[in-house]
């Protein structure tokens, strides 16, 4: 008996070293780095910034990048203003919205916490609303439309809404690429069911013959899905935000032989969905084309890698909050009510993004747009707006 | 098994259950030491003393903890207390396998939110805002009854039978819940929305019970605090009612208690509606407390930890089980991202130090196990500091003493790569086979494990406190099922099949 | 009536079905000789997808493989059917025998223990993000029609492979000494042991046999639906345990049966209905066989000796 257990332990341990042996290949996660605080001080508040992203779960390739970019804009900026601010990270496991919440109160009961970068996803503004009655919260990649009705007096975002969205992606669907018959799927979040509302409604007024139909982000199996377009579909919107979903079923359509054309929105925009031919949309410009932003790059990419387009708005976000937070600071104490007063008064006259960052009343940013890009042998190509 | 030593934990021969019966003051007489006296002492505090001790701390904690993140631990506590009493009334008195009472906890927290938000069922509905007085008791209630409807099949179905139609029926419910934001009857009506669908409920009004209106986190705990004793006090009344000794019979044997005349089927509906009814009341002020509520509060892990409550506890006893939810609560507050590491690896540490000093005997072992420690780490980090340099060059995360110890005797490699998770694999064959082990051979396996562990440590759990607590749970229930199965205050019983 | 539609759902559902069927197998072995539900199954069906992934990408992953097609999924198929049968037999050393005379209460609660030790242990290990076996790239989009119904090689190796393990059980179980002791264990355990088999050994094969079946699942799962994570089991294995119970708990044919008719279920509501709705369709499909025939299709009715 003990010799047989004996080879089962081996045996076991044989086949985990197999295991991790192989997915050592494709390690992505890190561990999240220290944050850099550098000395030398000038006026300097003992405050911190709230980070919520999802650095783990389903979407933690956004989280990731959003997470390294953060860090990035904070050591950027106390270099540049030798200043001493801080930064809480919050994983807000996307599409877990219990777990957002669990940040958001976290984050409330901190004192030290006067200002907010995030939430990423939209269902977690609305998680994130009643603990953040006080304070500035700007979220880098929240658009679902409604979030910015007037109703959440302290909630920004740096990114267009999802209004813009779903209509340039539905005119440039329905112009450009002549589909007539266009199936939208929504994936159940708040942010893809208006979002998928808003792209049926125009791709409808457009003259398009639109079908609905909706999964879950729990969901794996696809085959029967695939099945269900039919073979006369031209197009399939797909505004999820779990990338790894639509690569698996835009594999499955393929292997049914459906070839109508992917269309995704931003929360595709991520190298786990790489379908060739496939069109998605983008809250932000690829940054590499702003100008300026050569030596800001390489600088990042030495230190991180390779990066797509969550990260550069997330830069921007973390740069309205730490420069409310500094304006706050030389004008007496930063607090959570004098930091979200200078939040409103943000006039950023240029960003990495090739904008500026001004808000309006609801906290929508103002001249928010959208651009689509076609993948092409593994490569994203702009094709909307086209210069 | 044949020709291997009879292992302490499972009695050979097996005596009878009449004899075991017969036996039990000698049990009760045969702890001895330390241990064992404190036990019997604890035993004979009366409950009232309990109740009025816990109540004393519990007022006078939210003085003692700062109003922000520490007093997380006073309303987690309470809650989960509530919770785990709930549970206990199925589980620890009925002897009913429930795995689908966390989604009472969700149907209490739904009902409670659907009445009192800004939810909109439709278009044109929105916003009821019913206060708490009416809300709480229909929460309660409509947990009750759905309590009731489920609990129906245990007339029929009973043990395994029951405990799959329960997970089911829990699985079901998540399924509504996180699905249910286009409800419509087989697609003739209009999409309503039920539930909010994976996005949840938020903006829940806050419990308006006439003058009593909790807005503050200290004010619901305190509410908390409050409804636990109410919930204690009754429950304690219960137990010693003819309904709760009804109930432990039917526990021990259901056939006997049947043949006896006592009505089995209302018995286990009653403890199935009672139990519902306690979680559907702590839903209820979780919604309000936590303003939404959303599927992820009601998963399987929120059901595991409170069964970890119960069973850690000792099913049955309700001191045993508010015990349980203040351990296990405390524990998962501790291991979390907002400790820092240092702290954790401190108590890390020092619980495994305990745990040596405690349970190896004798002395000369322990300074084996000690003294063997120390040279192995040693000798380990030198050649592995010959072999790469790289390997030592890395950072402990406790600082202090502490970490200059674990500096010294544990391999720390700036770029560990893969190696702590063959580390992690290697720990868990390691401490099972301790298991297996005894005598010089375990003796022997001790230090290897002890740096395994402390690499492990360092390298990878530390990290990650969310899951590393997961992984204690999981291996807590376990342990806990192999040696002490009646939990720390349970009283060990012989099931009569 | 669009006869081509209706017939694709049905091999996505037999596909599907194949892979509950297998997990079920799992859980239905166990419980006929236990009498224990074993809720850790789904997760060592899970650590099987790990494993074949493992092996994947050990030598080259799906879109460059070291190796050709063949050799390279018996390998992943092997190896993860060892990996997770010792799994299996390791689980039930450690955390199930020392249990076998305890209240009926304490193996559930060890395995629910287990089931959460194995899915966090497998977060720890390999990263919560979702991994891509990437099937169609390894295997290729093609196949067969029949009519104008397209058959993918994929389907072809998941529902093929899957047949030939569920024949090669039944042998085993109906021609081999083992699988006779099997039987007689499952039959009567004490009975068993007084005409001199050793029900420890039986147990142990059992367990490493169905949880060899659970990481051929794994395999398959990866290859037909690509995406794997360390949570996958807890659906998968909720699933194969309700189609256990559909069939008859404790009946192997039941498994089979039961494992094809939630497939099936699955993928009619989502071809015809509203895929959200599949998994209470069929936990509603199981509540109500459990009210109205709770020995399920195939289960014979148990007569309780007191």
New interface residues.
């Given amino acids: 008996m003990r010799k047989g257990l004996i080879a089962a332990g081996i045996a076991v341990l044989v086949a985990a070293a197999f295991v991790t042996a192989g997915l050592a290949k494709t390690e992505v996660l890190a561990a999240p780095a220290k944050t850099e605080v550098l000395a030398a001080p000038a006026k300097t508040c003992d405050v911190s910034v709230g980070l919520a992203v999802p650095a783990t779960g389903p979407a933690a390739s956004i989280g990731q990048e959003q997470l390294h970019w953060a860090e990035f804009s904070l050591a950027a900026f106390n270099a540049a203003h030798k200043t001493k601010y801080k930064m809480v990270v919050g994983d807000t496991q996307l599409p877990n919205v219990a777990a957002a919440i669990g940040v958001a109160r976290q984050f409330a009961s901190n004192k030290k916490i006067v200002g907010v970068v995030g939430p990423a996803g939209s269902q977690e503004v609305q998680a994130f609303g009643p603990s953040m009655r006080s304070t500035a919260y700007v979220s880098m990649s929240a658009t679902r439309d409604d979030l910015t009705n007037g109703q959440r007096p302290t909630f920004f975002r740096v990114v267009g809404s999802d209004d813009t969205q779903g209509a340039v992606d539905a005119r440039y669907a329905i112009r450009t690429l002549k589909a007539d018959k266009v199936v939208v799927i929504n994936d159940g979040s708040s942010y893809s069911v208006g979002l998928a509302a808003r792209f049926a409604n125009v791709a409808h007024i457009l003259g398009a013959s639109v079908d609905l139909d909706e999964i879950t982000q729990q969901e794996t199996d696809f085959s029967a899905l695939a099945t269900k377009i039919e073979s006369d579909v031209d197009l399939v919107f797909l505004p999820w935000q779990l990338a790894t979903q639509a690569q698996t079923f835009a594999q499955q359509m393929k292997a049914k032989g459906k070839n109508a054309i992917i269309f995704g929105s931003d929360g595709l925009f991520t190298s786990d969905f790489a379908i060739e031919g496939a069109y998605v949309s983008a809250f932000a410009r690829d940054i590499h084309g702003v100008k300026g932003t050569a030596a800001l790059i390489k600088a990042y990419e030495k230190k991180y890698g390779k990066f797509g387009t969550f990260g550069p708005p997330t830069y921007v976000a973390m740069q309205v909050v730490l420069d409310a937070i500094d304006r706050a600071c030389q004008a007496g104490a930063a607090t959570r009510k004098s930091v979200l007063a200078q939040v409103k008064k943000t006039n950023l006259k240029k960003t990495i993004l090739g904008q500026g960052i001004r808000f309006d009343a609801n906290g929508d940013v103002e001249g928010g747009v959208f651009f689509i890009y076609r993948i092409a042998s593994g490569k994203y190509q702009l094709v909307f707006p086209t210069k | 098994?044949?020709?291997?030593r009879p292992?302490p934990?499972?009695?050979t021969p097996?005596i009878g259950a009449d004899e075991w019966v017969s036996r039990e003051q000698e049990h009760r007489e045969g702890r001895g030491g330390l241990t064992g006296r404190a036990l019997s002492l604890i035993e004979r505090i009366p409950p009232a003393t309990w109740l009025v001790v816990f109540i004393a701390i519990a007022a006078v904690l939210p003085l003692l903890m700062n109003?922000?993140?520490l007093n997380?631990y006073g309303l987690n506590v309470a809650l989960f207390a509530l919770l785990a009493l709930g549970l206990n009334v199925v589980?620890g008195w009925a002897?009913l396998?429930d795995l689908g009472y966390v989604a009472f906890f969700g149907i209490g927290a739904y009902t409670y939110a659907l009445l009192s938000s800004s939810h909109c069922f439709t278009e044109t509905t929105c916003g009821v805002h019913w206060p708490g007085w009416a809300t709480i008791p229909i929460a309660i209630a409509t947990a009750a009854l759905v309590g009731f409807l489920v609990g129906l099949?245990s007339r029929?179905?009973s043990?395994?039978?029951l405990?799959?139609?329960t997970?089911?029926?829990a699985?079901?419910f998540l399924?509504?819940a996180?699905?249910g934001?286009r409800v419509s009857a087989l697609?003739l009506t209009s999409g309503v929305n039920l539930t909010g669908?994976?996005?949840?409920v938020?903006?829940v009004d806050p419990i308006r019970i006439f003058l009593i209106r909790p807005t503050t986190?200290e004010a619901y705990y305190y509410f908390t605090v409050v409804a636990l004793v109410i919930v204690a006090t009754a429950l304690w009344l219960l137990i010693r009612s003819r309904t709760g000794r009804a109930w432990t019979s039917l526990r021990e044997d259901a056939?006997a208690a049947e043949l006896m005349g006592m009505p089995v089927n209302s018995l286990k509906l009653l403890a199935f509606s009672i139990g519902a009814a306690i979680a559907g009341l702590a839903g209820a002020i979780l919604a309000a407390e936590?303003?939404?509520v959303?599927?992820?509060?009601f998963n399987?892990?929120i059901l595991?930890t409170i069964?970890a409550m119960v069973?850690l506890g000792g099913?049955g006893s309700m001191a045993g089980v508010v015990l349980g939810a203040i351990v296990i609560t405390v524990v998962f507050e501790v291991l979390s991202?907002?400790t820092s590491p240092e702290k954790l690896s401190l108590l890390f540490y020092g619980v495994i130090l305990v745990a040596l000093l405690v349970k190896i005997r004798p002395w000369w072992r322990l300074a084996f196990v000690l003294g063997g420690t120390v040279v192995l780490g040693y000798a380990v980090r030198v050649i592995a500091h010959a072999v790469s340099a790289s390997s030592t060059e890395g950072e402990v995360v406790s600082g202090g003493f502490v970490g200059d110890v674990v500096e010294l005797l544990v391999v720390t490699p700036a770029q560990p790569?893969?190696w702590p998770?063959?580390a992690?694999?290697?720990l868990?064959?390691a401490l099972?086979?301790l298991?297996?082990l005894d005598g010089w051979r375990r003796t022997l396996l001790i230090p290897p494990t002890l740096l395994l562990a402390a690499f492990v440590w360092e390298t990878?759990?530390v990290?990650?406190p969310?899951?590393?607590r997961?992984?204690l749970?999981?291996?807590?229930?376990?342990a806990?099922?192999?040696a002490r199965?009646q939990g720390l205050l349970g009283k060990l019983?012989v099931?009569i099949? | 009536m669009d006869w081509t539609k209706f017939f694709s759902v049905l091999i996505d559902g037999i596909q599907l079905g194949s892979v509950y069927a297998l997990i079920a197998l799992g859980y239905t072995m166990v419980y006929g000789i236990l009498k224990l539900l074993n809720f850790a199954h789904g997760d060592i069906y899970m650590i099987g997808a790990f494993i074949g992934f493992g092996v994947l990408t050990f030598f080259g992953g799906p879109l460059s493989p070291d190796l050709p097609l063949a050799p390279l999924l018996i390998l992943m198929f092997a190896i993860a059917m060892i990996g997770s049968g010792f799994l299996g037999v390791a689980v039930e050393r450690f955390a199930y025998r020392p249990l076998r005379n305890a209240p009926r209460i304490a193996p559930l609660i060890s395995a629910l223990g287990v089931a959460f030790f194995l899915e966090n242990s497998a977060l720890l290990l390999f990263g919560s993000q979702y991994r891509q076996y990437n099937g169609f790239e390894l295997i290729g989009t093609g196949g067969f029609y029949i009519g104008s119904v397209k058959i993918t090689w994929i389907t072809v190796l998941v529902v093929s492979s899957a047949a030939s393990l569920m024949v090669a059980l039944i042998l085993l179980v109906s021609r081999t000494k083992l699988g006779k002791a099997m039987r007689a264990t499952s039959f009567d355990q004490e009975a068993a042991a007084m005409m001199g088999i050793d029900v420890d050994r039986v147990i142990v094969a059992t367990f490493f046999i169905g949880s060899a079946l659970a990481g051929a699942a794994g395999v398959m799962a990866g290859l037909a639906y690509s995406s794997i994570f360390h949570f996958m089991g807890f659906t998968a294995g909720l699933k194969g345990f309700a189609a256990a119970v559909v069939g008859g708990i404790g009946s192997i044919p039941g498994a089979m049966a039961g494992g094809l008719l939630i497939g099936l279920a699955e993928s009619f509501t989502t071809g015809y209905m509203n895929g959200t709705w599949k998994d209470a369709v069929t936990f509603s499909i199981l509540v109500l066989i459990m009210l109205f025939r709770p020995t399920g299709l195939f289960g014979k009715p148990e007569i309780k000796k007191v």
């Fill in positions: 098994m044949a020709g291997e292992h934990d499972v009695p097996r109003t922000g993140d997380r589980v002897g396998l099949p029929r179905l043990g395994d039978y405990a799959i139609v997970l089911f029926f699985q079901l399924t509504v996180a699905q934001d697609g669908g994976p996005n949840g938020p903006d986190v056939l936590q303003t939404g959303f599927p992820g509060n399987l892990a595991i069964y069973i099913a991202p907002t790569g893969n998770k063959y992690y694999i290697a868990i064959v099972l086979a298991t297996r990878l759990l990290q990650q969310t899951v590393t997961f992984i749970f999981g291996a807590l229930l376990v806990m099922m192999t199965p019983r099931e099949v």
